[in-house]
């Protein structure tokens, strides 16, 4: 039945093919026969995200400033999956030790969800880990300065609450994670 709605590609042009700007325009043809001309569609690479857990039980966040909503942002540790992750724990696993210095007992894939299916043609993949433990120094990229900092289960959702983290799927990611560890519950 879903199969039924989607659309025909017809043609792609690339406008912009850079590492982190690449966009093309599509011309769709519709199940009606309707032609759909120029769709724009942004190309990233996958990405992964982590609610991750000390071994005593403390969250670990990151601040750091991101320049496009000009915004210092409290967030989850992640990041872009490599071209050499042989899968996206291997993505997840190397991006805390990257940005946090933690590695972890327990990883555990909770799902995919993306930014915007309507122009975006890649997805976030969750992650809940525990156990971490920390085992070295930060190896950031150039561009990036990341303060880690931990807290409790509580205070993360306080910060939710809030409306203190920005990111809306490092919000979901938060949710799911709660919902897995059974510290949320619907009613």
């Keep these: 039945m ?3 709605l989607k659309w025909k590609t017809i043609s792609s042009e690339y406008l912009s ?7 093309r325009k599509d011309v769709c043809e519709k199940p009606d026969g309707k032609i759909v001309n120029d769709y724009y569609v942004f190309e990233f690479p996958e990405w992964v995200t982590c609610f991750a857990m000390t ?3 403390k969250v670990i966040l990151e ?3 991101r320049h496009a909503a000009n915004e210092v942002c409290i967030e ?20 805390m030790l990257e940005e946090t210095g933690y590695s972890f007992e327990t990883v555990h894939y909770l799902g995919k969800i993306s930014a ?3 122009t975006n043609a890649n997805l976030m993949h969750m992650f809940v880990a525990t156990g971490g433990k920390l085992i070295q120094e930060q190896q950031l990229d150039h561009n990036e300065e990341i ?3 931990l807290a409790s289960v509580e205070e993360v959702m ?3 609450e809030e409306k203190r983290i920005l990111q809306s799927m490092h919000l979901s990611t938060i949710f799911y994670a709660l919902r897995y560890l059974d510290k949320i519950k619907y009613v």
Excluded: M
């Excluded at 093919?17 to 966009?23: A, D, I, K, S």
């Excluded at 540790?77 to 996206?88: Q, R």
């Design 2 to 4: 879903d199969d039924q």
């Design 17 to 23: 093919h850079e590492p982190w700007f690449t966009v």
């Design 55 to 57: 071994e005593d039980g």
């Design 63 to 65: 601040k750091q400033y």
């Design 76 to 95: 989850l540790p992640g990041g872009c999956v490599d071209n050499t992750d042989a899968s996206l724990e291997d993505a997840i696993r190397r991006e």
């Design 116 to 118: 915007n299916p309507s």
């Design 147 to 149: 303060e880690v900092f």
């Design 158 to 160: 306080q910060l939710a």
